[in-house]
């Protein structure tokens, strides 16, 4: 299987701060991985997929970029409802995989 | 609105088997896939497979296999993950989501999500 790291595994920022948090892949996965949000208690939600194409509804503040093992998100300017736990998923082949997730909380 | 609820929590005994249901609204329930993802206390996301709700055909996760079956019943717009011979390590939320993309042909992307299931393996 595909194995995914995420880094950092948290992070702590500040309201109005960009932030990238990274993904690797252990094998070039072309352009087909994804980005989910959780907040505690809830469902993920898909922020990004296919690299860099941002899901309807999702906040232009959020980008996605990078192919074959490195990809990264951007939150360009982050607000309070951003603080979450990010994680990376991985569609080129079965078993689908995801990182281990990104803590990100408040400085 | 596109809705997908799942089935209230369960506790089972070590050996047992569950059943998880996810009801689907809002959509044309055979043109789109359900992926099943699973998430230990306190850990990361883990994905179990999919099932197309339009041929049924499946895909599972390796470690799962021949302890997991993932059904749809059309006629409910409901899909079904059973899960048998219960570990403890089986505990979990258990989350099912409908694939983003019509008439997709594996599991692809997956979004919105039910509302999670939390499945408990104790003696």
């Known amino acids: 299987a595909i194995q995914m790291t995420q880094s950092p595994s948290s992070l702590s920022a500040s309201v109005g701060d960009r932030v990238t948090i990274t993904c690797r892949a252990s094998q070039g996965i072309r352009n087909d991985l994804g980005w989910y949000q959780q907040k505690p208690g809830k469902a993920p939600k898909l922020l990004i997929y296919?690299?860099?194409s941002l899901q309807s509804g999702v906040p232009s503040r959020f980008s996605g970029s990078g192919s074959g093992t490195d990809f990264t998100l951007t939150i360009s300017s982050l607000q309070p409802e951003d603080f979450a736990t990010y994680y990376c998923l991985q569609d080129y082949n079965y078993p689908q995989t995801f990182g281990q997730g990104t803590k990100l909380e408040i400085k | 609105q596109v809705q997908l609820v799942q089935s209230g929590a369960e506790v089972k005994k070590p050996g047992a088997s569950v059943k998880v249901s996810c009801k689907a609204s809002g959509y044309t329930f055979t043109s789109y896939g359900i992926s099943w993802v699973r998430q230990a206390p306190g850990q990361g996301l883990e994905w179990m497979g999919w099932i197309s709700a339009y041929n049924g055909n499946t895909n599972y996760a390796q470690k799962l296999q021949g302890r997991v079956t993932m059904t749809t019943d059309t006629s409910t717009s409901t899909a079904y993950m059973e899960l048998r011979s219960l570990r403890s390590d089986d505990t979990a939320v258990y989350y099912c989501a409908r694939s983003l993309l019509v008439y997709a042909m594996s599991s692809g992307w997956f979004d919105p999500w039910g509302q999670g299931t939390l499945v408990t393996v104790s003696s």
């Open positions: 296919a690299a860099s």
